[in-house]
């Protein structure tokens, strides 16, 4: 017995997929080649599950950016901007994300965790009340716990249900602000933005739209969901990651607000961390031009996203409702889900393998992230092993393999 | 009350089930976390009240239940 033994029923469940001879926490890529090819126990594997959107994590001009940075300022900030002060670098990344978003304020944080629980814990606190979809990222939980305000969870992607729970809440005093994500990260399902920027308008609440799976690969320039939709005017704050499309690692949050900066003051995960090192604040803004400069990255990876997700679909595989560059398959059981992903990646394709309670439902998932780098071939290649070893496990039945292959 | 509640357990759970105050919902009703988030919320339906996060995880027992229930009915 020690300490940990606490965690006893997590182990078990670890050790009963070590059993099985594998280790999906200990992948270990010996090299990485590209943006989509890792070399893995000395063997070249397409990489299907790195978030890497626009496979920016290559850009020849974000690693000349970052490397010269790195030369003139070194390695490391070694402190928090509000003790060791701002690099220029630091102010000119916030400028450039408000000037992209069209927001007054912008503010960046050491990674995207960091910024929920720094923009969360500090925007709501004792007597407010945070309304969250059930399905919320674990830095969204983390930071309402951080916070004191009332935690009122919210059925996944339900405008009605979140309507109801503020109207019980009316009368009620305390500022309401409602969290929901552009891309939800294990399904790659959209939040139903319109009709949630409904129920705020209706209910005077604020919005926040978290929108780390959704830069750069929503809207027409990018911006995310709030732009798909066509609800920016609605959304009161946007946080977001550069550790996806943008290649590199960090979170941000814009917003109109005009008392935003006194976070800087107030918000502990921003203020007790050491900032981001000048080769990270480098690429990034490099990230953030290519990014807009070049539209035809965010075409060939929504034309992936739909060839992955439409191929799965014609095989027979049950996955998320929309073709994001998310592509889960939904998996019958445990054993299936690592038997599949083991045999995926000796077939040479690697992903990512979900189990609950970190899925939405009950089931594994095996959830894949697709990029613009990718080629088609490299798309069907993966499709071709998803079909062979769904086979394999008898997964597949004839007849859903002609009606895939007539549709 | 206690009625109501059994009968929103046989609905998540699809079994009919039996319960007292000190029925511990997760260990003698074998529920995992998804299906104590669907009871939650069948039970704030059923209800019309909405049970904040930090009472969900003070809730052990059917009795620590009602108690919440209860109370948050009282607020309302």
């Known amino acids: ?407 | 009350m206690r009625d109501d509640i059994a009968s929103i357990f046989e609905q998540v759970l699809n079994r009919p089930v039996e319960i007292t105050d000190d029925t511990d919902i997760v260990e003698d009703l074998g529920m995992d976390s998804l299906g104590v988030m669907n009871f939650v919320m069948a039970i704030e339906d059923f209800y019309d009240i909405s049970i904040p996060l930090d009472r969900i995880t003070q809730v052990q027992t059917v009795g620590d239940l009602i108690r919440a229930v209860e109370e948050l009915r009282k607020g309302a």
């Open chain 1, 1 to 407: 017995m020690t300490i940990l033994a606490k965690h006893a029923a997590y182990k078990t469940a670890y050790d009963m997929v070590r059993n099985m001879g594998i280790e999906p926490l200990s992948v270990r890529f010996d090299d990485v080649l590209s943006p989509t090819e890792g070399v893995l126990a000395g063997k070249k594997t397409i990489l299907l599950g790195t978030n890497n959107y626009l496979g920016l994590t290559f850009d020849p001009a974000c690693i000349e950016k970052s490397v010269e940075a790195t030369k003139h300022q070194g390695t490391g900030t070694t402190g928090s901007r509000i003790a060791n002060g701002s690099y220029d670098g630091h102010l000119r990344l916030e400028q450039e994300l408000a000037k992209f978003y069209g927001r007054q304020h912008a503010m960046v944080f050491t990674t995207g965790y960091q910024a929920n629980l720094g923009v969360l814990s500090t925007l709501v606190g004792r007597g407010d009340h945070l309304m969250l979809d059930a399905d919320s990222h674990a830095s969204i939980y983390d930071g309402s716990r951080l916070g004191m305000a009332e935690v009122i969870r919210f059925r996944h992607n339900n405008p009605d249900d979140l309507y109801k729970r503020l109207r019980r809440l009316e009368g009620v005093p305390g500022d309401k602000l409602i969290v929901v994500e552009g891309i939800y990260s294990m399904l790659g399902d959209t939040a139903p933005l319109k009709e949630i920027a409904h129920v705020k308008r209706e209910t005077g609440a604020y919005l926040l739209v978290d929108e780390a799976h959704s830069l750069g690969v929503l809207g027409e320039t990018g911006r995310g969901l709030a732009e798909q939709a066509g609800v920016e005017a609605d959304v009161d704050f946007i946080v977001g990651t550069f550790s996806k499309s943008l290649g590199s690692v960090g979170g941000f949050c814009v917003s109109d607000n005009p008392d935003f900066d006194v976070m800087r003051i107030v918000s502990r995960p921003y203020m007790f961390t050491a900032s981001l090192p000048p080769g990270v604040i480098a690429s990034t803004l490099e990230a953030l031009h290519q990014m807009q400069i070049r539209p035809e990255l965010r075409a060939n990876l929504m034309r992936n996203a739909r060839r992955l997700h439409d191929g799965l679909t014609a095989l027979g595989f049950e996955t998320g409702p929309e073709a994001n560059p998310i592509v889960a398959a939904v998996m019958p059981n445990q054993e299936i889900a690592v038997a599949f992903w083991k045999m995926l990646l000796d077939a040479g394709v690697y992903l990512n393998l979900a189990v609950p309670p970190a899925t939405p439902t009950n089931n594994p998932l095996l959830r894949s992230s697709v990029s613009a780098a990718h080629t088609i071939q490299q798309i069907d290649t993966a499709l071709e092993a998803f079909e062979h070893v769904g086979r394999q496990l008898g997964m597949l039945s004839a007849d859903k393999r002609r009606v895939g292959a007539a549709s």
